[in-house]
């Protein structure tokens, strides 16, 4: 079964999408995460063994049209080939204005992938355990 990492290769290689499709940096921004998510969602019902013979067809239609706002979410997030940034936020009125955020290279993105899956679980570790703790007081 695909998961997101797969279906992200698989949008980069075998489908050959731009590199402005799908960036290889998208593990860092939510708004990528939420569309590969949906996209491997899709995949998922679209090839389910029960699904219609027609299905990855629609599979297929579907994803043309979110290439379309992977182009967007890529060019509004910041992150490209070779480096990344942090999505740019809309300041709104009343509110201060955040800190400019820097680009970063990124040299191997294999390790920067697993980097941020490791630092994701530990984070989620914490969540769960602080949670144990309150649990127990009660």
Do not use: K
């Amino acid at each position: 079964m695909a998961g997101p990492e797969q279906l992200g290769r698989l949008a980069t290689t075998n489908l050959r999408a731009t590199a402005c499709g799908s960036a290889p940096f998208w593990h860092r921004h939510d708004e990528l995460i939420w569309e590969l998510s949906a996209l491997h969602l899709h995949w998922l019902a679209c090839y389910d063994p029960e699904a219609s013979a027609s299905s990855p067809l629609v599979w297929h239609r579907d994803f043309a049209e979110a290439r379309n706002r992977l182009r967007e979410w890529v060019a509004t997030s910041g992150t490209r080939l070779d480096h990344d940034r942090p999505t740019r936020q809309t300041t709104w009125p009343g509110e201060s204005v955040p800190a400019l955020a820097t680009e970063r290279v990124i040299e191997n993105r294999d390790e920067d992938f697993a980097e941020f899956v490791n630092e994701d679980l530990a984070a989620r570790r914490q969540i769960e355990d602080r949670f144990r703790v309150a649990v127990d007081d009660q």
